[in-house]
């Protein structure tokens, strides 16, 4: 299996500006989460769905911020408008049901909002 | 409010010794620990974990002690390689590993000097 891809790997905008970050989660894996590492705050959960669902989406810090997961295999984050506050690295991580909890992750999109 | 803390931002050794990375964490309900590994530009890795009704799991060089009084565990390396180098994160998760969040400390980076 290929693991979790994430797309871009990078991106720069400008404030403002629109942003979609992607990601392809592990075959047969029900649940995909969103995280946001930042120097100040460290790895901290963002959003996650369980077979497509949004389950809980407590960690979305604005309205600006928005989650979607169309089918099993893709799931988008969006962030409109975009602020420089925004700036970070977004990883999508997915796991398989059932008990224990470890979660696979992508390498990341770093996003720098100028 | 940092639920699960990784108190050293930064440790150093010289290969071959032992590494001892440290986690402390206040929630009482969390029952299940983690610890990943990430290197530059990749997502995180799963390492090693430990479920709150043991106190140690060891698999190869790598330890895991918990001390569920102190609400603290650590993460032992025997012996440290050049390649053990990373940024090593903390986490935690609440009922009995099926509950799908898991919390993260802000990690520790480790290099291990030849």
């Known amino acids: 299996d290929a693991g979790v891809i994430q797309s871009p790997r990078h991106e720069v905008t400008e404030m403002g500006q629109e942003v979609t970050l992607r990601c392809k989660p592990i075959s047969g894996h029900d649940y995909l989460f969103w995280y946001r590492q930042t120097m100040m705050r460290g790895l901290e959960l963002l959003i996650y769905f369980n077979n497509n669902v949004p389950i809980d989406d407590s960690g979305m810090p604005e309205d600006r911020f928005s989650a979607k997961m169309p089918n099993a295999s893709f799931s988008t984050l969006k962030i409109q408008p975009s602020e420089p506050r925004d700036s970070a690295v977004y990883f999508c991580?997915?796991?398989?049901?059932?008990?224990?909890?470890?979660?696979?992750f992508g390498a990341g999109t770093r996003l720098s909002v100028l | 409010d940092q639920q699960v803390k990784q108190n050293s931002p930064s440790l150093s050794v010289q290969e071959g010794r032992i590494s001892i990375l440290n986690c402390d964490y206040t929630?009482?309900?969390?029952?299940?620990f983690l610890w990943y590994k990430k290197y530059p530009a990749e997502g995180p890795t799963f390492l090693i974990s430990?479920?709150?009704?043991?106190d140690k799991n060891e698999d190869g060089r790598f330890t895991v002690f918990l001390n569920k009084s102190a609400k603290h565990l650590s993460l032992h390396i025997v012996p440290s390689q050049p390649g053990d180098s990373a940024v090593y994160f903390c986490?935690?998760?609440?009922?009995?590993?099926?509950?799908?969040?898991?919390?993260f400390g802000k990690g520790t980076l480790l290099t291990v000097n030849p």
């Open positions: 430990i479920s709150s009704i043991k």
């Open positions: 929630n009482s309900m969390f029952d299940y």
């Open positions: 986490a935690a998760s609440a009922g009995g590993g099926s509950n799908y969040k898991l919390t």
């Open positions: 991580a997915s796991r398989p049901g059932g008990g224990g909890s470890i979660q696979y």
